[in-house]
T-cell receptor, first 116, second 111 residues
Framework: GAVVSQHPSRVICKSGTSVKIECRSLDFQATTMFWYRQFPKKSLMLMATSNEGSKATYEQGVEKDKFLINHASLTLSTLTVTSAHPEDSSFYICSAKGHTSTDTQYFGPGTRLTVL | GESVGLHLPTLSVQEGDNSIINCAYS??????FIWYKQESGKGPQFIID?????DKRQGQRVTVLLNKTVKHLSLQIAATQPGDSAVYFCAERRKGTALIFGKGTTLSVSS
């Protein structure tokens, strides 16, 4: 199957700082990427959908100014958590879908963010 | 709101048994369903999928059943192994949108 990577896998930061998480599709062109958030022992919650070259569509309740998403190329999307607070600590997972694949979303390994 | 959910949060089985994990969905407009396996600290791993025009699909040691009449999805794992221990999520896709995940079932396999 297709490979999606995330970087970093783990990050610890101080309150008030910003953190950028990268999501890359390694062997296919991802026209659409999705960002999910997962709390311990909970399910994945969709945060936003981004299409290459256009603005991301955020789910209800997700602050677009706090979670900045950029999908500048067909292989890279970034999620920036701005002015991070401890409540932003979570597991962030991206997934990607190619234009030739009508259904399949391939998931990255996730990024564990801890805000002190 | 509408969501995909699972009937049981945990399931414990013995090695070699068959496992059945259930999921109920509420949106009849969903046309595509996937089962994912997630191990601790990792991203979801695709197991098997099924489209709404099918009622059964088989993979290697896994079978997914779809009952659209009662909006029910199940994952059957044959000869469950300790390596199958993980959290299993069903997900639905409404055409043109992202996958929406259910709550998850933790499968524990004892030797």
């Amino acid at each position: 199957g297709a490979v999606v990577s995330q970087h970093p896998s783990r990050v610890i930061c101080k309150s008030g700082t910003s953190v950028k998480i990268e999501c890359r599709s390694l062997d296919f062109q991802a026209t659409t990427m999705f960002w999910y958030r997962q709390f311990p022992k909970k399910s994945l919650m969709l945060m936003a959908t981004s299409n290459e070259g256009s603005k991301a569509t955020y789910e209800q309740g997700v602050e677009k100014d706090k979670f900045l998403i950029n999908h500048a190329s067909l292989t890279l999307s970034t999620l920036t958590v701005t002015s991070a607070h401890p409540e932003d600590s979570s597991f962030y997972i991206c997934s990607a879908k190619g234009h030739t694949s009508t259904d399949t979303q391939y998931f990255g390994p996730g990024t564990r963010l801890t805000v002190l | 709101g509408e969501s995909v959910g699972l009937h049981l949060p945990t399931l414990s089985v013995q090695e070699g048994d068959n496992s059945i994990i259930n999921c109920a969905y509420s949106n009849s407009a969903s046309d595509y369903f996937i089962w994912y396996k997630q191990e601790s600290g990792k991203g979801p791993q695709f197991i098997i999928d099924i489209r709404s025009n099918m009622d059964k699909r088989q993979g290697q040691r896994v079978t997914v059943l779809l009952n659209k009449t009662v909006k029910h999805l199940s994952l059957q794992i044959a000869a469950t192994q300790p390596g199958d221990s993980a959290v299993y999520f069903c997900a639905e896709r409404r055409k043109g949108t992202a996958l929406i995940f259910g709550k998850g079932t933790t499968l524990s396999v004892s030797s």
